[in-house]
Nanobody, 121 residues
Framework: QERLVESGGGLVQPGGSLRLSCAAS????????IGWLRQAPGKEREGVVC????????WYGDSVKGRFTSSRDHSKNSVYLQMNSLTPEDTAIYYC??????????????WGQGTLVTVSS
């Protein structure tokens, strides 16, 4: 069974940093573009990153560009999201998922259970 499991969320102060992890089981991550999307309370899900499998780099949403960095470690079948300069607006459940560039923007599927990030003083 293919699964993605996110971890690393928690409570962080504004301006702080957090690193999320996403471990895959049942399939090889290096076959897929993998990204992150988030859902804040009362809001729709928002795609924030889609990282290609081919070494072509990653797309970042405008709201996180310059602050978030995606990385992949295929030896561990995992991807990571380094989040810096966090603000309360980054508070959300973060999910990792398979992703691709669709007609109207990046699309995501098969996300995991998510990990909660809370940015608050």
């Amino acid at each position: 069974q293919e699964r993605l499991v996110e971890s690393g969320g928690g409570l962080v102060q504004p301006g702080g940093s957090l690193r999320l992890s996403c471990a895959a089981s049942g399939f090889r991550l290096d076959y897929y573009a993998i990204g992150w999307l988030r859902q804040a309370p009362g809001k729709e899900r928002e795609g924030v990153v889609c990282h290609s499998s081919s070494g072509a780099g990653a797309w970042y949403g405008d709201s996180v560009k310059g602050r978030f960095t995606s990385s992949r470690d295929h030896s561990k079948n995992s991807v990571y999201l380094q989040m810096n300069s966090l603000t309360p607006e980054d508070t959300a459940i973060y999910y990792c998922a398979k992703c691709w560039a669709g007609v109207g923007g990046y699309e995501y599927e098969d996300w995991g259970q998510g990990t909660l990030v809370t940015v608050s003083s």
